[in-house]
């Protein structure tokens, strides 16, 4: 789908209240099961718990206000925990940095491998000779 479309559907889907918004995700999911040519992306297990939840809650005839207000809820829960997961995938490899088990190999030191290593080139200028 190009952008332009799908930003147009956005668009639409935004102008709508909630109740006719599930209608409009019913039937996509009606056409998916019939026309979809290729399996829709797997979801990450917390998008698949919050839409458990949130089919659970309209099976239930629960009011759309309340579903609402549950998936705000879980949204914001799954931000905050996407926010703790970068911050620990940071300090992993901040420590793996520091450890030198970065993803680089680690490079010899200067010399010729049998002695003290070798002092880097003089490069010119106006230094001691």
């Known amino acids: 789908m190009n952008e332009f479309l799908w930003k147009r559907i956005e668009r639409k889907l935004a102008a709508l209240p909630d109740d006719r918004v599930y209608q409009v995700l019913d039937y996509v999911e009606f056409l998916e099961s019939r026309y979809a040519t290729e399996p829709a992306a797997p979801a990450s297990p917390f998008q698949k718990l919050a839409e458990k939840v949130e ?15 549950t998936m705000d809820a879980m949204s914001a829960a799954s931000r905050l925990m996407g926010g703790i997961a970068a911050a620990g995938k940071a300090v992993v490899d901040e420590v793996a940095g520091a450890a030198g088990m970065g993803s680089k190999p680690s490079e010899p030191p200067p010399g010729d491998g049998k002695g003290a290593p070798k002092p880097p080139p003089a490069t010119g200028g106006s230094g001691p000779a």
Request: net charge positive; hydrophobic share 40%; glycine share 6%.
């Open 55 to 69: 089919d659970t809650l309209r099976a239930g005839r629960v009011p759309v206000t309340a579903i609402k207000s």
